[in-house]
Nanobody, 123 residues
Framework: QVQLVESGGGLVQAGGSLRLSCAAS????????MAWFRQAPGKEREFVAG????????YYSDPVKGRFTISRDNAKNTVYLQMNSLKPEDTAVYYC????????????????WGQGTQVTVSS
């Protein structure tokens, strides 16, 4: 089992940057594929980015490709999401999630979730 705690959200102007962190408990962090999802009010939770267990493979949704970068530090049990060139439409609660097998783009395939961190981008 793994517990996830996100941090780093906040209010930023359009064009700005934020870095989200997701700290995981437990000794098995390196065995999990990790992903970031987001959910805006009235919308479904959507895949943002994912990273394989070793960090060798990364995946992005089209809206964030080229602006966001996912990374992980298995020694620190932490996954990051660097968000650059932020837009108002990036405003959402951002969640990290863990899957014991692969990076999937479907939320229901993830067993473990953090509590979320709010990101608000003003125009």
């Amino acid at each position: 089992q793994v517990q996830l705690v996100e941090s780093g959200g906040g209010l930023v102007q359009a064009g700005g940057s934020l870095r989200l962190s997701c700290a995981a408990s437990g000794r098995t962090f390196s065995t999990y594929a990790m992903a970031w999802f987001r959910q805006a009010p009235g919308k479904e939770r959507e895949f943002v980015a994912g990273i394989s267990q070793t960090g060798g493979h990364t995946y992005y949704s089209d809206p964030v490709k080229g602006r966001f970068t996912i990374s992980r530090d298995n020694a620190k049990n932490t996954v990051y999401l660097q968000m650059n060139s932020l837009k108002p439409e990036d405003t959402a609660v951002y969640y990290c999630a863990a899957n014991s097998a692969y990076v999937y783009r479907t939320p229901r395939t993830y067993n473990y979730w953090g509590q979320g961190t709010q990101v608000t981008v003003s125009s």
